[in-house]
């Protein structure tokens, strides 16, 4: 007997603080569980992942590096973490690292750290995805069919860079 999905009643989106500091590493930790079968990584002989306490830290302090929280009637079900643009211009900010826990996935938690990140903002944005991180590039590609075209301009690929970079901008009004 097939289960209905379960009901998501409330997504609430919130910045991480100091008092986050232990949720936001392990949800880390689960997101490059995840992605350890296309980055090849290996854990630390620690048992756990190359995600430093002090690299966590740094999204906490309420500079320009911010991590934002997603909960699902309560309950943790992903990140999204903010960082200064460097090196590719015109963006000005870049949108680190978004996970959302498979439970959660294809229920808008996603789209709720978009609107409180990219989509609101008059600001160039950089979204770099990993060249091997097949699922996360047809997310963006899906993503970035529904919004205007002008808005997404793909930058030339490097051969040494493991990523696919896209510049994002125009999504929101500059009187914002």
Same mark, same amino acid.
């Given at each position: 007997?097939?289960?209905?999905?379960?009901?998501?009643?409330?997504?609430?989106?919130?910045?991480?603080?100091?008092?986050?500091?232990?949720?936001?590493?392990?949800?880390?930790?689960?997101?490059?569980?995840?992605?350890?079968?296309?980055?090849?990584?290996?854990?630390?002989?620690?048992?756990?992942?190359?995600?430093?306490?002090?690299?966590?830290?740094?999204?906490?302090?309420?500079?320009?590096?911010? *991590?934002?929280?997603?909960?699902?009637?309560?309950?943790?079900?992903?990140?999204?973490?903010?960082?200064?643009?460097?090196?590719?211009?015109? !963006?000005?900010?870049?949108?680190?690292?978004?996970?959302?826990?498979?439970?959660?996935?294809?229920?808008?938690? !996603?789209?709720?750290?978009? *609107?409180?990140?990219?989509?609101?903002?008059?600001?160039?944005?950089?979204? !770099?995805?990993?060249?091997?991180?097949?699922?996360?590039?047809?997310?963006?590609?899906?993503?970035?069919?529904?919004?205007?075209?002008?808005?997404?301009?793909?930058?030339?690929?490097? !051969?040494?860079?493991?990523?696919?970079?896209?510049?994002?901008?125009?999504?929101?009004?500059?009187?914002?």
């Amino acid at each position: 007997m097939k289960l209905p999905p379960p009901t998501m009643n409330t997504i609430t989106i919130t910045p991480a603080g100091p008092a986050q500091h232990g949720l936001l590493f392990r949800l880390l930790q689960l997101y490059y569980f995840e992605a350890s079968h296309w980055s090849d990584e290996d854990i630390l002989p620690s048992g756990l992942y190359d995600a430093s306490e002090e690299g966590v830290r740094s999204y906490l302090l309420g500079g320009d590096d911010y *991590a934002l929280l997603a909960w699902v009637d309560g309950h943790p079900a992903g990140f999204a973490l903010v960082e200064a643009a460097q090196g590719v211009p015109p !963006a000005r900010y870049e949108l680190a690292d978004m996970f959302v826990l498979p439970k959660y996935r294809g229920r808008g938690v !996603a789209e709720a750290l978009l *609107a409180q990140t990219m989509l609101p903002s008059p600001a160039p944005w950089l979204v !770099a995805v990993f060249k091997r991180d097949a699922a996360a590039l047809r997310y963006w590609q899906k993503r970035f069919a529904q919004w205007p075209a002008k808005s997404v301009q793909a930058q030339a690929d490097r !051969a040494d860079s493991p990523f696919h970079l896209f510049v994002v901008s125009a999504l929101a009004p500059a009187d914002a």
